[in-house]
């Protein structure tokens, strides 16, 4: 069947034909029939250039060897056992290695889970109630922040979710990112305030890079209110280097939150922090966190092969970085937006000036944005298609990609 069949079908039996709004793609979506390094196979039988990626995750690439041979090896071994497992032990170790702000750790199965999870454990450890967060920060699909969560939510134009209710969205209080005195002066009216959690970088904007000394200056005005910290960290977490955006700008958070790369492509989210926060988490403590498939040997099989791979070849980092540079410098010339990249992220924006917080994003030309989007895709090289979702690139994109994609952006950038 082809895509727009497929589409037709699904439309009947699931909400808008997808399982994930930002997929919904109009008229309608592609359906893919494989992937393979840096390229989609699409049902109907074009082959593109994937600038998704999956929304992040898949930094090596799709389908690639390692992964698939480890997921192989434990399939033998069978792939839920719901007892603990060596495994949990070992990554757990691994991941918090790399993390300065996480002592111990708790695997669950998506991010979403891992920020609600983080967010209730704030909320026991310090007995406070209310939650900042950035306005359009996007930390997954839960009550406590739908509540001008970006990229899915901006595009659809829905900042809130109907069936949240309004006693807890009043919970979650917003400041604008990059913006300290706005944390400050919020932070010294409340002292109901359990945490403040937010993407380093926003990823799920643009990439929305901090201004120079933000995030010392979160960490300085949180600590001085007694409010926690969290980092969060699923699409920042071996993005943005080894340990992520911590590392990266050395700030030490409370509490961090995992996802995408370390499941290397299956479903996984972690959360973790210093040790006296996390004793607090069951068994060990009150704040209740559990899951069937918590630490599922598969998840944590494949995001170990990645996670050690990126370890033995540090390279990649600058490599990936040396890519999107390419892209931006290639690409970033013209008059009608700015480019904006990091490490492996880069993103257009149809706005003169990179954006430095969620309003200025939403000033960009969404209508420019979607023209430019199609163009993209008729040569070949699939972007999220979001004027809000960043790009990403892995180390399965070759020179040869890399030099097709600068030139599509070329190409429909100019007119
Ligand atoms: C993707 C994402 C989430 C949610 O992760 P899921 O695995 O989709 O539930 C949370 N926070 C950030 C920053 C994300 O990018």
Known sequence: MKSLELYKKAKILMPGGVSSPVRAIKPYPFFTKQASGSHITTVDGDDLIDCCMAYGPLILGHAHPDVRSAVQEQLEKGWLYGTPSPIEPAFASLLTGDHPGMDMIRFVSTGSEATMAAIRLARGFTGKKEIVKIEGGFHGAHDAVL????????????????????????????VPYNDLQSLEALLSKSEDVAAFILEPVMGNIGPILPDRGYLEGVREITKAHDVLLIFDEVITGYRLGIGGAQVYYNIRPDLTTLGKIIGGGLPIGAFGGRKEIMELVAPAGPVYNAGTFSGNPLSLSAGMTVIQLLHRNKKIYTDLAAKAGQVAELSGMSRSGSMVALGSMFKFFFRPSPPKNYTEAKECDTTAFRKFWERMLALGVFLPPSQFETNFLSTAHGQKEIEHISTAYRQCLSG
């Open 147 to 174: 509540v001008k969560a970006g990229s899915g939510a901006t595009t659809l134009g829905i900042p809130d979710s109907a069936g949240v209710l309004p006693d807890l969205a009043a919970k979650t209080r917003q």
